[in-house]
């Protein structure tokens, strides 16, 4: 790495040359290595100070090891190059007090409202700023103080951790799959009349089967399968109608595929049958509402995609409002795979699906997108679902068949903010899309 410019050497100066650009400086200019040949060696501004990309404690360890940094001064040194920001909500004011003191003392940051110093407001939202260094300090500390903080301390750790942590080996059937190792893309097939891309495409049961065989060739790591539309304004389908169109297709790809597949539907009667006929995971857009989809997912020990959704298919585009749409789509997806866990499904079963489209306006799913990697936060692997979908026609002004460049964008925009896998209808666009996102990003978190 070069630290300086070389400066010009005056005319018919020999000047031994000298690795070291400070020393060459002061060679060429007649200086001897004092304070003055320093300040002119800086005013020349031959040293080019650059921000450099520290983003986890690997790439912390890195960067210090190539200064040739001791072992112990890489322990000591990692934690306090990754700085993190956290918001809390809801917090006591009397700890929120003890926070801004801790985290002062420790040259962080804590940012409260005004009314902290009045002290009778109940409860308010913080925002912590500091290092991994400084965050270790602050938790060991709350550890010993009152008004909840050592349950505080707690959850803080855990948000750290769960934002870069490695995800585990996914298990499902004969199936396993590696969601840290790089992006996997779950290709749609929608066995329906209706939907709004490729609705009627392959209602055919053969066409279903092709499309499926050809997406696996295409390189889609799962097979999506649903019976129902949940485009905005869709009308519900019956039990036995649902039932109809996605069993015999499950039966049949099961046998054939190499892939797992997965079902898409809200109603447990149709995702038990699903798995029944072959199916090893379930994706949800109901968030797993329907306790007995719960009970389920436990039974027979499969993972679940957990999406949000505001509202219904039928109404949920009418009007939807949000005070901070990251905020509360975080919240509700922590809240039901807390309660996912107490009705017995194991934490690691549980994938997070922001929804996009559910009940969301155009600046709704942006900002999601924008701020996915929040999410991380919660510790669940990300299933982004953007494909052809409004938002994108809305921005390009373009039908549902011409949106597969829009649909890469957000996938690899996507990527680099942590999405795990891409529920997309272009698998070999998206697939190849995904390959060169991963050797960038180089899939750590
Ligand atoms: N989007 C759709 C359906 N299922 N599942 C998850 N997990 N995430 C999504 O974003 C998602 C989903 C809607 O898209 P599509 O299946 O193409 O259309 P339709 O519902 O009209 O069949």
Not at 128 to 142: F, H, I
Request: aromatic share 4%.
């Amino acid at each position: 790495m070069q630290v300086g410019r070389k400066a010009k050497r005056p005319q018919g100066q020999k000047v031994k040359e000298n690795k070291n650009p400070l020393l060459a400086f002061w060679r060429t200019h007649n200086l001897d290595p004092s304070t003055s040949g320093l300040l002119a060696y800086y005013e020349e501004e031959i040293l080019y100070p650059r921000v450099i990309r520290i983003e986890n404690q690997e790439s912390a360890e890195e960067a210090l090891r190539s200064l040739k940094v001791a072992a112990q001064g890489i322990k000591i040194m990692s934690p306090k190059a990754i700085h993190r920001i956290i918001k809390i909500s809801g917090i006591d004011a009397r700890a929120a007090n003890i926070i801004k003191q801790e985290m002062l003392s420790r040259g962080g940051e804590a940012a409260a409202p005004w009314d902290l110093y009045k002290m009778d407001k109940k409860e308010m939202d913080m925002i912590l700023m500091g290092t991994l260094r400084q965050y270790g300090e602050l938790c060991s500390k709350l550890d010993m103080q009152p008004f909840g903080l050592p349950r505080l301390a707690q959850k803080i750790r855990e948000t750290l951790e769960n934002y870069s942590k490695s995800l585990p080996v996914l298990s499902m059937g004969r199936f396993t799959l590696d969601l840290s190792s790089r992006t996997h893309v779950m290709g749609i097939l929608n066995v329906t009349p209706d939907s709004f891309s490729d609705g009627g495409k392959f209602f055919d049961p053969a066409a279903a089967l092709e499309h499926a065989q050809q997406m696996a060739a295409d390189g889609a790591d799962i097979i999506d399968i649903g019976g129902e539309s949940t485009r905005p304004g869709a009308e519900p389908v019956t039990l036995e109608e649902e039932l109809r169109r996605t069993v015999p297709i499950i039966e049949k790809l099961s046998g054939e595929l190499d892939i797992p597949i997965s079902i898409d539907t809200y109603k447990p009667e149709v995702a038990r049958e699903a798995l029944d006929a072959g199916a090893v995971m379930i994706n949800d857009i109901n968030g797993l509402r329907d306790e007995k989809m719960v009970e389920l997912a436990a039974e027979k020990d499969v993972p679940v995609v957990v999406m949000h959704m505001k509202g219904t298919p039928r109404d949920m585009q009418k009007n939807p409002t949000y005070e901070d749409v990251v905020a509360e789509v975080c919240n509700w997806l922590g809240d039901q795979a807390k309660r996912a866990v107490q009705g017995g499904l194991s934490k690691n079963r549980i994938l997070i699906d922001p929804g996009i489209g559910f009940g969301k306006t155009l600046e709704h799913n942006l900002e999601i997108l924008r701020r996915l990697a929040e999410f991380k936060s919660l510790g669940h692997p990300i299933v982004l679902g953007t494909s052809r979908k409004a938002f994108i026609g809305a921005i390009l002004g373009l039908p549902s068949d011409e949106r597969v460049e829009g649909t890469l964008a957000t996938v690899v925009y996507g990527i680099t903010q942590g999405a795990n896998i891409v529920r997309v209808h272009d698998v070999k666009e998206v697939a190849r899309v995904c390959r060169i996102a991963d050797a960038i990003t180089d899939r750590k978190p």
